[in-house]
């Protein structure tokens, strides 16, 4: 018979407890059962490792651990692939979705029978807070199967969109070894998924076998507070320039670059990426971005620029 894959699921947990039982359900009945999730538990109110460990003590494949201290986001997340061990696929769980029961079969049988995926997601269907669907549906349609290696890191980063749900998709261990698993910036998801391209392809199934519950609007502010317990010096900086420099080092100037095509690919991908994000420069400071000021995202900027208006149209 041939082996299966061994595969771990890992759920960084933090202070959620009103939907963390249904997500749990979810994932025990999916119909490929053979995986271990591990549940990092972040929190600072005791009610989640109670749901949690309710539940481990009747399934022997979920492992429970509470952290000593507040890891906050980006090093939670690295924490629960530390607990990979000998598996060969690897995915990222949120603690308040929903998965179809076929969601984990139908993603490993992708892994299983196309070599040259090194990710493969589902299509998304959003869900309200009380489980109601959207009627908006995400267009995000992006598999890079078929592709050259040039072609498909230009198509990473100049036509990907939703990185945050790509990344719950289900991972080959060796890749994402390779990829660094989070980076300490902002947007690590993104530079997690850059990095990750050069070492294969990116597939989404055409089924929508996982429905995310919309909890909150992203912020640049929020990202900060949930990514990091300390600050980063570098944070105060344009997170733009900052993710540049840091995917320039980490795939075509830094020791473990790889080959010297690689590094030209890592220089292309670190330009391409300044060039989609320069718009976005400022964006969270006093100052604020380009983009903000395009689209008065902010009460102050409208007014800003409805005053500005009236002086241009005055004799």
């Not at 959620?16 to 995986?35: I, P, R, T, V």
Request: net charge positive; charged share 25%.
């Amino acid at each position: 018979m041939e082996k299966q894959p061994a595969i771990c699921l890992g759920m960084p947990l933090y202070n959620q407890s009103e939907y963390l039982k249904l997500a749990l359900n979810s994932l025990l009945a999916q119909s490929y059962g053979n995986f271990k999730l591990v549940i990092l538990d972040d929190s600072t109110t005791e009610q989640p490792g109670i749901i949690a460990r309710q539940l481990a003590d009747n399934d022997h494949r979920i492992l429970y651990f509470r952290n000593a201290s507040r890891k906050a986001m980006v090093d939670n997340w690295k924490h629960c692939f530390d607990h990979v061990g000998d598996a060969d696929y690897f995915a990222w769980i949120s603690d308040h979705d929903i998965w179809h029961p076929e969601w984990l079969e139908t993603l490993v049988q992708v892994l299983n029978t196309e070599p040259s995926v090194v990710l493969v997601y589902p299509r998304t269907e959003q869900i309200t807070p009380d489980g109601q669907k959207y009627r908006k549906k995400l267009s995000q349609s992006f598999s890079t199967v078929g592709l050259s290696d040039t072609q498909r890191v230009r198509a990473v980063c100049k036509d990907a969109r939703y990185f945050g749900k790509k990344v719950y998709g289900l991972y080959r261990v060796s890749a994402l070894r390779r990829a660094g698993i989070f980076r300490r910036v902002l947007f690590p998801d993104v530079i997690l998924l850059l990095e990750l391209c050069l070492y294969g392809d990116f597939r989404q199934v055409d089924r929508e076998l996982w429905y995310l519950r919309r909890m909150a609007e992203f912020s640049i502010a929020r990202q900060k507070r949930s990514l990091f317990v300390t600050k980063p010096w570098y944070l105060f900086l344009p997170w733009p320039l900052v993710n540049t420099a840091v995917l320039a080092w980490n795939t075509a100037i830094g020791p473990g670059s790889g080959s010297f095509r690689q590094r030209l690919l890592g220089f292309q991908m670190a330009g391409l990426y300044l060039q989609r994000w320069f718009g976005k420069l400022g964006e969270g400071s006093v100052i604020g971005s380009y983009q903000e000021w395009h689209k008065g995202k902010k009460p102050w900027m409208q007014r800003v620029k409805k005053r500005i208006s009236t002086l241009r149209a005055a004799p």
